[in-house]
């Protein structure tokens, strides 16, 4: 048996072939850097200024320290605000987790013809503008002539006769929740239901002769499998979810009065509203950091995953 042949000491390696990665992830890394490097600098460095109307005309903004994170966060209202934000997040992510995961597993039973139906129209679902939707959904809620309300009506719900969803707190924030959940399923259905086409036949067809039932293969068979790929999912709907805004300031621009205002709408209105951009910035930040915290977990487990490996 031949020795295999060993570099000779003192003599560099080609640099061609080493260099090949890093040639074709640079344009990404630069756009990326060149779009939202320079945005997020940009706002930490306002947060750290006096940065209002007069400001941003004359320009000359002065450096007053952590003294709008301060203001922030010993406002009452900011933590109330942190409050709804957790939970219409909360409420989303796990609408959209069980549903898309419902979709998909049904998607696994379904025949060719009626699969291609149902992955056509969670497609086109996808893939409709965020605004056109929300606008379907407006029409849809609107007090007079709305669908939904017609619908109650003659069902023999004739308290929702002319019923303003979008005047009660409560039921505004039902109907923001069904927008986003709406927009959000159709990805996650066919991400979870692409995952589970990578599941060999075999293990499920040895799990039901082995007596196992729907719920118990899943546990047992399925969850285990995809959870990385569960776990990617949930996080990304996490930071979708967390950070919506164009849904919510279409419809109800936060209202009425605070019942749908979450972090991003707080600091949009702080910013334009009251032209403080400097506390709007320092918002914003905190939203960013508050983000991270609560998907650490995700990262220390992906983390841990790939050091294993």
């Known amino acids: 048996m031949n020795p295999l042949p060993r570099h000779p000491r003192g003599r560099r390696r080609p640099l061609g072939p080493a260099l090949w990665p890093y040639l074709l992830v640079a344009p990404t890394v630069l756009g990326g850097a060149l779009l939202l490097g320079y945005p997020l600098v940009r706002n ?7 940065y209002g ?19 922030v966060l010993t406002d009452p209202e900011f933590w109330e605000v942190v409050r709804r934000t957790f939970w219409w997040t909360l409420v989303n992510v796990v609408l959209i987790m069980v549903i898309s995961t ?24 996808w893939a409709s503008p965020v605004i056109a939707t929300t606008t379907v959904f407006q029409w849809l809620f609107a007090s ?26 409560p039921a505004a924030f039902t109907v923001l929740v069904l927008i986003v959940v709406w927009q959000s399923v159709p990805f996650a259905a066919i991400t979870l239901h692409s995952a589970l086409l990578t599941v060999p036949a075999e293990l499920y067809e040895s799990a039901r002769l082995d007596g196992a039932g ?10 285990p499998l995809l959870r990385p790929l569960f ?30 205002t979450t972090l991003p709408v707080y600091a949009y209105r702080v910013a334009q509203s009251l032209h ?26 992906l983390l841990r995953q790939e050091a294993d490996r």
Request: charged share 15%.
């Open 44 to 50: 930490l460095l306002i947060s750290f200024q006096e």
């Open 53 to 71: 109307l007069a400001e941003l005309i004359r320009g000359g903004a002065g450096f007053v320290g952590f003294s709008n994170y301060r203001t």
């Open 102 to 125: 419902l979709v998909a597993l049904m998607m696994q039973r379904l025949g060719r013809k009626m699969r291609i139906l149902v992955t056509s129209g969670l497609v086109l679902a």
């Open 144 to 169: 007079r002539l709305g669908v939904v309300n017609w619908l109650l009506v003659r069902l023999g719900f004739t308290s929702f006769e002319g019923y303003s969803w979008l005047a009660d707190g």
């Open 214 to 223: 729907g719920w118990r293969i899943f546990r047992s068979l399925t969850l």
């Open 231 to 260: 776990g990617l999912v949930l996080c990304l709907e996490v930071i979708w979810v967390f950070r919506c805004f164009a849904q919510i300031w279409a419809v109800t621009k936060g209202g009425p009065g605070e019942a749908t």
């Open 276 to 301: 403080r951009y400097d506390l709007g910035a320092a918002v914003s930040t905190l939203t960013v950091l508050l983000l991270m915290a609560a998907l650490i977990a995700y990262f220390r487990q």
